[in-house]
């Protein structure tokens, strides 16, 4: 149903809301928001937007220049389910007040310029994408960083190195080994009832929900939503992120995206499945290989083309880099396939030329879904568009290559210095149509580097194993 200023203060009436939350994403990819009572809300509010402070929020505004307007997206009212006083969500743009434009910088007006350059580009009039984001759910988390202290510790009555821990009442037995939850029932599987209630949210926030599974690492679980249109996914998708932190929170737990908080054992990623459509038509369909077209092949071309730049996106943490290594179903080779889940690239099966798609391997949870979605588009259409080949498939278990094979491979970024090394040197794609800009890379990048300071800087206790006697 088309929601317009007058249909949202009818919703607003109707459901008795009290506060209307105006929502934005910020660089990183949080959900930021300010509420306003429904009293202050009218139809010119709904339409014009409400100011905010733009310096306050890390890599946009200075001081001196931070007034900004947040302009809501009125097809994304929706209800929220977890307020104890009835609450509207409304997604949001950042308008420049001067100019009446979105703002460079903010992530939701990029992913919107990404679709208007896809249809100018004549490649096609839409992109679709269906991300798997995974996440871990723990009972307990800490941690502490000072002058003579760090550390942090977890944990989770299904962690395997609970097998001997006292709990009231006993304990159970039941629990996934490292590397063994896909996917067994419970007793073992103690989180169905939990993502049940995440689905039952999501769906209630207007979510296609399809399907809810334990992943691979004790704690860690995967939940699946249809695929969509490039911005609709995003909105979707932070949607997704918020009932999963505030399910887990209802439940005494805590759930996170960061992508590689266990030691030893597999991090969270997000497979991005995507496709274009023109029309009726979906391109990637065709007789090449695995019965996809040239223009998915080259689309591929254009992933590893730009695949390091992208990782500053799509993995977008230095934690993301310690799931990016061999040995834990990451995967790290510049190489695609048909069926192979070890190949960066993997074409799924599909009997329907309507599904035929990539699905790309590399992004983590932890992406600012605006940014990761938008990257992995302009790679793929600069692909396109130059005819980047992207080689031969190889049908085989890369994890099983030998030491010489796998030299011989092209990789994905092995930190997030050198991802941001490449998004500066190789940023032309992205700015394309005006997509992104560089003032927002360069601060995006400005952004991130502090990151990669903090940690390059601060003593980590496995140095203190490593070093300390030397």
Not at 51 to 67: C, E, H, N, Q, V
Not at 240 to 246: A, P
Request: some cysteine; charged content about 25%; aromatic content about 10%.
């Amino acid at each position: 149903m088309t929601k317009d200023a007058k249909s949202i203060m009818k919703m607003i009436s109707n459901n008795d809301v009290a506060f209307v939350d105006f929502r934005f994403t910020d660089p990183r990819g949080k959900w930021q928001h300010t509420a306003q009572t429904s009293r202050s809300i009218n139809e010119d509010v709904l339409n014009d937007g409400i100011l905010f402070d733009g310096s306050s929020i890390a890599g946009w505004k200075s001081i001196d220049d931070s007034d900004m307007n947040l302009k809501p997206d009125l097809t994304s009212a929706v209800l929220d389910p977890f307020t104890a006083q009835p609450n509207l969500i409304l997604f949001c743009d950042c308008i420049e007040p001067t100019t009446g434009k979105n703002y460079d910088r903010d992530p939701r007006s990029t992913a919107l310029r990404a679709e208007k350059h896809l249809k100018s580009s004549g490649i096609g009039d839409i992109a679709y994408f269906g991300p798997e984001a995974e996440f871990f759910v723990f009972d307990d988390v800490k941690w502490n960083v000072s002058q003579n202290s760090t550390g942090y510790q977890i944990d989770s009555e299904e962690g395997p190195y609970n097998t001997d821990a006292d709990f009231d009442g006993g304990n159970i037995g039941h629990r996934p080994k490292i590397k063994g939850g896909y996917f067994p029932v419970p007793p073992v599987d103690s989180m169905t009832d939990l993502r049940a209630e995440m689905v039952t949210s999501m769906t209630e926030m207007g979510l296609p929900m399809e399907k809810h599974h334990h992943e691979v690492a004790p704690s860690q679980n995967e939940l699946g939503f249809k695929f969509s249109p490039l911005v609709q996914t995003a909105d979707w998708l932070q949607i997704y992120k918020y009932c999963v932190h505030m399910v887990a929170h209802s439940y005494g737990k805590t759930a996170t995206f960061m992508p590689k908080p266990v030691l030893d054992d597999n991090g969270s990623g997000m497979h991005c499945h995507q496709s274009i459509w023109k029309g009726k038509t979906p391109i990637f369909a065709g007789d090449e290989y695995a019965g996809v077209s040239k223009q998915c092949l080259y689309y591929i071309g254009g992933i590893f083309k730009h695949v390091k730049a992208i990782n500053a996106f799509t993995n977008p943490g230095t934690n993301s880099y310690k799931r990016l290594v061999p040995g834990f179903e990451a995967p790290t080779l510049l190489v695609y396939s048909a069926l192979n889940r070890s190949a960066l690239c993997r074409i799924p099966y599909g009997k329907s030329t309507n599904a035929k798609r990539v699905e790309v391997r590399f992004p983590d949870p932890s992406a600012n879904p605006y940014l990761a979605l938008s990257a992995m588009l302009m790679a793929g259409m600069d692909g396109i568009k130059n005819k980047i080949n992207p080689g031969d498939p190889l049908d085989k278990d890369l994890y099983s290559l030998s030491d010489k094979e796998v030299s011989k491979i092209p990789k994905v970024s092995a930190s997030l210095s050198e991802a941001l090394k490449a998004l500066d040197s190789d940023r032309k794609f992205l700015t394309a149509g005006g997509v992104f800009t560089d003032s927002q890379i360069d601060g995006y990048i400005e952004l991130k580097e502090e990151e990669q300071a903090r940690i390059d800087y601060t003593p980590h206790p496995a140095e203190f194993d490593m070093y300390y006697s030397s």
